[in-house]
């Protein structure tokens, strides 16, 4: 769980994190764990994806938590926001921008606790999803439904299962984005979906479509490694499966 924390104050940022640190060790949750001192840091270096979960304090310096969020609303709708806040009647001021719940300042371990077992409830939708903001809207793309990826200058184009798409974004932008690890980056400025790849030698991939994609020549032998292994893993998960039913 990718988590960032938005607070001017460095004694309740360090409360934070080690109580973070010691659900990490009770309960065995994987928390990664970023902090910002201001908004205005926090919104720099932001694009859509980046975090699970975003705690923000309301009454911060410069900007504040509201305006943060309004701020983020416009490229991300669907990360949880969570707020950290002295009263509750401020948290309550927050309501018409989809917050997923409030933290009444000290943060306690029981209530940390809680906000994340009842985020994992949810997130778990949005991670089948590639989210990305394109000019002035989000896009947001079924992993399952993408066959390859690919660069064509300033723009990006997308396979899918259904169609083609093409977005005005930088290929480097999406890769980072692929979170997913059926994806498979071949070549420079390509990625296949190992689900779509239906056939291969040692110098090609060949995708449903019929469309086949060079293996770069210089990790040749891992990238298919890499593409062995992942098949190894689903016909394992499919044998499970089929022993279970």
């Known amino acids: 769980m990718k988590i960032a ?3 001017n104050s460095e004694k309740d940022i360090g409360l934070f994190t080690s109580l973070a640190g010691q659900l990490t060790s009770r309960l065995h949750y994987e928390l990664d ?4 001192k201001s908004g205005e840091d926090f919104l720099k270096v932001y694009t859509p994806g980046t975090f699970d979960i975003v705690f923000m304090e309301m009454d911060m310096d410069g900007m504040n938590g509201i305006e943060v969020a309004k701020e983020l609303r416009k490229i991300d709708f669907y990360t949880l926001i969570v707020f950290l806040t002295g009263t509750e009647d401020a948290a309550l001021l927050a309501a018409p921008l989809h917050i997923f719940d409030y933290i009444i300042k000290p943060c306690t371990y029981d209530r940390l606790r809680f906000v994340l077992e009842e985020s994992k409830k949810i997130l778990p939708e949005h991670k089948n999803d590639l989210i990305f903001v394109c000019g002035k809207r989000t896009v947001k793309l079924k992993f399952s439904d993408i066959i390859y ?8 184009i997308f396979t899918m299962n259904n169609g083609m798409l093409k977005y005005r974004i930088f290929f480097s932008k999406i890769s980072e984005l692929l979170t997913c690890h059926h994806f498979l980056i071949c070549t420079r400025g390509v990625a296949l979906n190992m689900d ?9 991939f060949q995708m449903a479509d019929g469309r086949k994609f060079p293996i770069r020549r210089r990790d040749r032998t891992q990238i298919i490694d890499t593409f062995k292994q992942y098949q190894l893993c689903a016909s394992d998960k499919k044998s499970h499966l089929k022993t279970i039913f």
């Open 149 to 156: 990826i690919e660069s064509n200058n300033n723009n990006t």
């Open 196 to 204: 779509y790849i239906t056939n291969y030698d040692q110098e090609t």
């Open 33 to 36: 764990i970023l902090t910002y």
């Open 5 to 7: 924390i938005i607070d």
